[in-house]
């Protein structure tokens, strides 16, 4: 399945912050900057951080799983070994997670690895992986 790379803009309240923790903890390359926004490189897809002078206060939350799921996030589903890597990686730079690595759904239809965190403007993000694509769409 060849998939087209997708592009997300979303808002963060220090540019500083923001390029070092894409930069150097999630290991986005940066692409074009201004003053007021960052292209980041995000596992082949093109996320744009605009700087906006809000704080955004507290993401409403959905139960999944038992645990509460910010209702807006995003993130990129990768193949289990990158996701376990990226999971080891966060918990070196001792990322506080909202959902802690593990795995959701076990033995069920979309059984999937999921951890969820904030960076560094309170944007939710989402990291996930299947054992087969072919589950990502399952019902």
Request: charged letters at 20%; proline letters at 4%.
């Amino acid at each position: 399945m060849t998939i087209r790379p997708f592009h997300v803009a979303f808002p963060v309240i220090d540019l500083v912050k923001t390029r070092y923790f894409y930069e150097t903890i999630l290991g986005c390359t940066v692409g074009r900057t201004s003053e007021y926004w960052i292209d980041f490189n995000l596992f082949g897809h093109q996320i744009t951080a605009h700087l906006c002078s809000e704080n955004f206060g507290d993401v409403p939350v959905n139960s999944v799983d038992g645990k509460k799921v910010p209702v807006q996030h995003w993130g990129v589903i990768l193949e289990m070994e990158q996701w376990q890597t990226l999971a080891d990686k966060l918990k070196d730079y001792e990322i506080n997670f909202i959902i802690e690595p593990y795995i959701r759904f076990q033995g069920e239809v979309g059984e999937q690895a999921t951890m969820f965190f904030l960076d560094p403007s309170n944007n939710a993000l989402e990291f996930k992986a299947f054992r087969d694509d072919q589950s990502i769409f399952a019902t």
